[in-house]
């Protein structure tokens, strides 16, 4: 019985998770991110450093522990952001900055089992961190790398990325005359789950705010625009306060940026300005960024991150970072799972040599060899079987193509196209040489199959 | 500080571990193995299902688990085949046998902190499994796939794999009238460890042989051969029994098999009988591998394994299984600890694009897509400082061209010669386009550097 929380693929699906993290790799890399793996274990101080008492940690423990053995303190890391920022302090004489990496692995939560709750799944994070400083311009970057990344990601249902400034809000509710700031953030971030009214009579009793303050903080929530007409919604609302401008300046910077990449996708992914969103209180201090898949906001987002003034610190030197993180589990184990996305095939194969009989195996195994030698997958029958059966060997894995020895005939098993062919010479086309990423009824765009 | 057992590596060591985790991905699927990943958990129960108290399993534990949760008996694979035999029962219905996958993930062991002892390492595993029965014949296959595999890691010192059977020896026993076959080859296993006298008592204190079996089961062992010669050194001993014909007979074919590879392999793989070669007691029952690196032979055997009768069992339908090992950490982290082993940049970008002024950045950001679109990996430069600092910008990295924006000029910074150039048509050369793998002072062949 599979352990719940702890997803398996079987190798049809693993095959499209291959294709997501080959396209991500090439993204991320065109762009100048350097790989970075760093081990499962961190130890429990580096995991609860950052105050962060609510996760749930896997501790370990040795299960032959002797009585010599003191407990060790490792536990598995929660996140990809934690083990980057010990790794950049531990490394920073190694480094150059500003510096760039990609982390694509698994992290753990040691969450109580129940139904669609993951305990191990992958993310992929981009961050570009710099030492005692990092120019804002790097925020445009990464989310122009991410947005480039998912429109790569062409099987997915469409990614509409919400972009906002935390010192937009925040300068914006100080020029309102709002005196806790925060207070008014904490009550918006609850616009998802509480109803309008609530929110207005919360921002009053909790935040402070008058009946008027309470009405404008809200009409800037609402504020949602795909260009940067946000510019003129926030200006209509009369408020002013040199945060507030330089927040505008720097989301209008990140919309603009990422505009051309957007129009590039043909419709894959949308940007837009959002100024609800504010990922939580005290991490991010300038842009911010979520991410849901059209027809799937179920998900919740899948593709968050944003700028963080101190990523990490010794003590003496602060380094700044700005980054974002794509759920690569979260997003496609749930589509997998459903069967909207699958792979064509669940072999690599792309050509099964038939067998005629043991004895000529060499035989198959040479035209296997040649095949393979052009970079053609390439596997021979287990058994010399009559050809029909050896034939039903391959359509079972998907193999697209059948050769027989004996007359170096090739038969595409789909067309039933079967033709002379020299194993020095003969290609396969393009689309075959790889399993393809098939999509099934997908909201908005046709499936290819 | 870095936790005891727990390597990490800095980007440009990673990359050279990318390339052999690209190289090793190639070979397997141009031969039809699948690829495959598990959870990093597997039920405690199932790490120690087959019988391996012995071995150091962390175990998993919430930290803050309350009263109400029971210890949930979790602990982290020590290794890829104790997964990959509770996937194949498990999953049987919905895989085609014979089923080849490859697998490369970590494993953990729960291991005393110690020099040298890696608590977290790499393996990538091939195993061809059938339902019922598997023939021979992929016993060849395995050996020639992973021959392969080794053949095209061409920065690796050269690989010598020692092939034996442990039907041939077992029934060389048996025809030299031993009655404890099992008891002979535990001193046998010794032959590394102790003189040659002491193995010689110990086959007859311990095994029950005469000093003239003890003489002659001795000899068996330190047969090694690089062709199939070792069949008349076999036979000049004088034993004979069915199960020694039969283990002659399948050495021969996997030898034979091996041969063409390791002639195309330049020198890289040699490929040998060696009789001494046992791999335990109670696993495998046919076929058995080890391989040693010429020159650092005391890494151990970098890529075992063998055939074993039954891999799994789900009660009713035994699964035998052939399959081998490559101890990835363990292989290459030495090899990049000591600088034996390095890439020639820590970035993976080809281009730096100079930028002039702040104002003209998104003329070098246009560069740098165009250059991207065509798949070459650009970075722009993050600060318009003078262009001489630009330039060490990129020299710190190994990034090895400068563009200048206002002239279109491309510079090779390690020849000096720069050019005119279009960014839609400039391409770099070939061996440009990733980080290359550069090999220092390797013992047997020359390093690129």
Redo the contacts between chains.
Sequence with gaps: ???SG??????SQ??VE?AVLDSLRTSF????????????????DTLLGKGEVDK??????????GEE?AD?G???RYDLTVPFAR?VV??AG???F?F??YQIQ?V?R?E??QAGRY??FTQADIDIVGQGEL?F??DVEVARVMAEALSHLDFLPPARIQINNRRLIEGFYRGLGATDPAAVMRVIDKLDKLPYDTILALLVTDAGLTDQQAATALALAEIRTSDTSFLDAVKALGVTHELLTQGLDELTAVIDGCAPIAAASGGRVTVEADLRIARGLDYYTGTVFETRLTGHESLGSICSGGRYDSLASDGRTTYPGVGISFGLSRTIVPLLLSGMLAASR????VVLVALEN?DS?STSDDIAQAL?AR?????VA??PHKFGKQIR?AE??GIPFVWFPGTNEVKDIRSGDQKAADPAAWTPPTADLKPQVLTKALPTREGTQ
Tied chains: 1, 2.
């Design positions: 019985v599979p352990i702890f997803p398996e693929l079987l190798p693993r095959f291959l890399e065109l762009h100048g991110f350097a790989p970075l793996e760093t081990p499962a274990v961190e130890t429990v749930e940690v896997y501790v370990l423990s040795r299960l032959h522990a053995d060790p490792l536990g598995l790794f531990e490394n190694h480094l150059q500003p760039r990496r698994p753990w040691g109580r089992p305990r191990q120019p311009h790097h669940s072999v690599p194969s043991e195996r393979r970079g053609i997958p390439t596997e287990a058994s060997y079972r894995r």
